[in-house]
Nanobody, 117 residues
Framework: QVQLVESGGGSGQTGGSLRLACVASGRTFNVGVNPMGWYRQAPGKQRDLVASIKGGGYTDYADSVQGRFTISRDNAKNTVYLQMNSLKPEDTAVYYC?????????WGQGTQVTVAS
């Protein structure tokens, strides 16, 4: 069983920064090995991938956040982070971390990010 717990959401200003964290737990689950992703879902829209990090450390970003967001991880803490800089109102959404492990998808409960204009 895998649990993902996000934290760090809240309100920010346009041009500001927020950092999200996702703590993973599970007897054999390790963020240093398993691909992890940050997703977001705005009201009335589908859940979209924002950033991902693979076991070898390769990262990938949606065009809309490229150059502003950075995904990273701390293997010792089994935690993945999303540093969000130069925030825009269109970044407002519920942010989820997720992973696909042993044949199923796992999601956190989500954390709200609201960016005021």
């Amino acid at each position: 069983q895998v649990q993902l717990v996000e934290s760090g959401g809240g309100s920010g200003q346009t041009g500001g920064s927020l950092r999200l964290a996702c703590v993973a737990s599970g007897r054999t689950f390790n963020v240093g090995v398993n691909p992890m992703g940050w997703y977001r879902q705005a009201p009335g829209k589908q859940r979209d991938l924002v950033a991902s990090i693979k076991g070898g450390g390769y990262t990938d970003y949606a065009d809309s956040v490229q150059g502003r967001f950075t995904i990273s991880r701390d293997n010792a803490k089994n935690t993945v982070y999303l540093q969000m800089n130069s925030l825009k109102p269109e970044d407002t959404a519920v942010y989820y971390c997720g992973s696909y492990y042993r044949g199923r998808s796992y999601w956190g409960q989500g954390t709200q990010v609201t960016v005021a204009s």
